[in-house]
């Protein structure tokens, strides 16, 4: 856990570890809520109604 919580990639992990497959790997690293939350905080919500409404504006300047 504590390579994964400094940004070691989990496929790295594997490799150090000897594992054959992600799949055994995977049974050891359990994600903390810490890791979580900061992995959400670098995502951006997708908001459907701004993201119709920037379609329409592009489309609106192409036209004119």
């Known amino acids: 856990m504590g390579l994964l919580e400094s940004g070691v990639d989990c496929?790295?992990?594997a490799l150090w570890l000897g594992h054959e497959s992600m799949d055994t790997t995977q049974i050891y690293l359990h994600a903390s809520l810490e890791l979580k939350e900061r992995a959400l905080e670098?995502?951006?919500p997708i908001n459907l109604k701004t993201a119709v409404e920037q379609k329409h504006k592009i489309c609106k300047a192409y036209i004119l």
């Open 11 to 13: 496929a790295v992990i």
């Open 42 to 44: 670098k995502t951006t």
